[in-house]
C-alpha cells in the first residue's frame, strides 16, 4: 500500500518539471527572438567635392555620304524606249538629254492639234461676223487647250532631261525594250535611268538629344574619310530635323559637303567632328564610373547624408584617365566617392575618411 501511494507523488513531480521544462525553453526562444540584430557597419570612402570644369566641347559621329539629289528618270507611261543617250558614269549637264521614248501618240496629237488650230481660226473669223455663236467658239477653244496640253505633257514625259548637273549612275535597259513601270533599281523603283548630284555631296548625322540646342545652321564641320589618310572637308550644317526620334533619343542634321576635285563619292564611310565651343560640365576620374553587369547602365555614388546614392549618368568625352559625366541628378558641392565606391550598393551607410 505504501508503494502505491508513492506512484501519484511522483507523477504530480513529473508534470510540475515537465511545465517548468517546457517554461524555460519558451522564456529560452522568447528571449531568443528578441535578441538584437548586428547593424551593417558603415564603409569607409573616400570622396570628392564635385565642380564644373570648362572644356572645348566637339562631338565626333561617323556617317555615310550620299548623294546631294538623286533622280531615277522615268517616262510617265509605260512604251518602247526609242534611244538611251547616256552610259553609267556620263557627266550630264541640267536639261542635257537622257532617253527617248516612242511618240507615235505625240505625232498623232500633234496633228490633232495642228487641225484644231485651223478650226478655231476659222471660228473666229465667222464669230466676227455674226455667223458662229459664241458657245460653238468657246467649246472649240476648250477642245484645242486640252489638246494643246497634252502635247506640251507628251513632248516633256517622252524626251526626259537632266534636271541638275550630275553623273549618270544607273541604266537599266537598252534602246528598243519595253519599259513597262515595274521596279528596276537597288531601292525598288522604276527608272529607265538614275542621276546623281555628286557636287556638292550630303552628309546625314544622327547627333544626341542632348546637343539639339547647341546645333545651329550654318555650323561647319569637318569630315574625313578613312581612303583620304591626310585629307580634311568641310561641311556645313543645312537642315536639322524639327523632330527627335523617341526610340534612340537622337535627331538628324544634314550637312552639305563640297566635293573638292570629285575625291568622294556617295556610300564612303567617313567621320564628321562638330565643335560646340567651350562647355562647363563635370569630369570625373574614370575609376569612379562603374558599369552595371550585363547592361550598359553607367552610374556613380554620391554621398549624401552618410548614405551612398546611386546617380545614373551619361558618358559624354574622355580625356586621357578623366571623364566626362551627364547627369540631371548630380549639382556642383556632391561628395563623389572616388574610393570604396565598387563595395557599395544603393543607400549603404558610409563614413567618410582622409
Known amino acids: 500500500m505504501k508503494y502505491l501511494s508513492t506512484i501519484p507523488v511522483i507523477l504530480i513531480s513529473a508534470l510540475l518539471l515537465s511545465g ?6 519558451t522564456t529560452a526562444a522568447a528571449n531568443a527572438g528578441l535578441a538584437p540584430v548586428a547593424e551593417k557597419a558603415a564603409i569607409p570612402v573616400k570622396v570628392a567635392t564635385l565642380a564644373k570644369t570648362k572644356i572645348a566641347r566637339t562631338i565626333d559621329y561617323t556617317a555615310t555620304i550620299l548623294p546631294f539629289e538623286e533622280v531615277n528618270m522615268a517616262p510617265s507611261t509605260p512604251g518602247r524606249i526609242d534611244k538611251i543617250y547616256v552610259e553609267v558614269g556620263d557627266k550630264v549637264n541640267m536639261n542635257d538629254k537622257l532617253f527617248l521614248m516612242d511618240r507615235t501618240q505625240l505625232f498623232q496629237l500633234k496633228l490633232q492639234l495642228s487641225s484644231l ?3 478655231l481660226s476659222r471660228l473666229d473669223t465667222l464669230l466676227k461676223t455674226g455667223s458662229a455663236k459664241q458657245q460653238q467658239y468657246d467649246q472649240m477653244k476648250t477642245q484645242y487647250d486640252v489638246t494643246k496640253t497634252n502635247v506640251d505633257f507628251m513632248e516633256e514625259n517622252t524626251l526626259l532631261k537632266a534636271p541638275f548637273v550630275g553623273i549618270v549612275t544607273g541604266k537599266y535597259f537598252e534602246n528598243g525594250e519595253m519599259y513597262s513601270g515595274s521596279p528596276t533599281t537597288l531601292t525598288g523603283r522604276s527608272a529607265v535611268v538614275t542621276v546623281m548630284q555628286v557636287n556638292p555631296l550630303k552628309v546625314n548625322v544622327s547627333i544626341s538629344e542632348q546637343y539639339y540646342p547647341l546645333i545651329k545652321k550654318g555650323m561647319k564641320a569637318e ?7 591626310n585629307e580634311k572637308f568641310t561641311g556645313t550644317v543645312y537642315r536639322i530635323s524639327p523632330t527627335i526620334n523617341s526610340g534612340t533619343r537622337s535627331f538628324n542634321v544634314e550637312l552639305e559637303l563640297p566635293n573638292r576635285n570629285d575625291l568622294l563619292k556617295p556610300g564612303m564611310f567617313v567621320r564628321v567632328s562638330m565643335d560646340l565651343g567651350e562647355v562647363e560640365t563635370f569630369v570625373v576620374p574614370a575609376n569612379t564610373v562603374l558599369v552595371q553587369e550585363g547592361t550598359n547602365t ?3 555614388f554620391i554621398e549624401r547624408t552618410k548614405l551612398a546614392q546611386r546617380i ?5 568625352k574622355r580625356f586621357d584617365d578623366q571623364l566626362e559625366i551627364i547627369s540631371d541628378n548630380l549639382k556642383e558641392g556632391d561628395n563623389l566617392v572616388t574610393q570604396g565606391q565598387a563595395r557599395l550598393i544603393n543607400g549603404d551607410k558610409i563614413e567618410i575618411v582622409m
Open 117 to 119: 488650230s485651223k478650226d
Open 223 to 229: 569630315v574625313t574619310a578613312d581612303v583620304y589618310k
Open 20 to 25: 517548468c521544462s517546457s517554461k524555460t525553453k
Open 312 to 316: 545614373e549618368v551619361t558618358i559624354g
Open 298 to 300: 553607367r552610374f556613380v
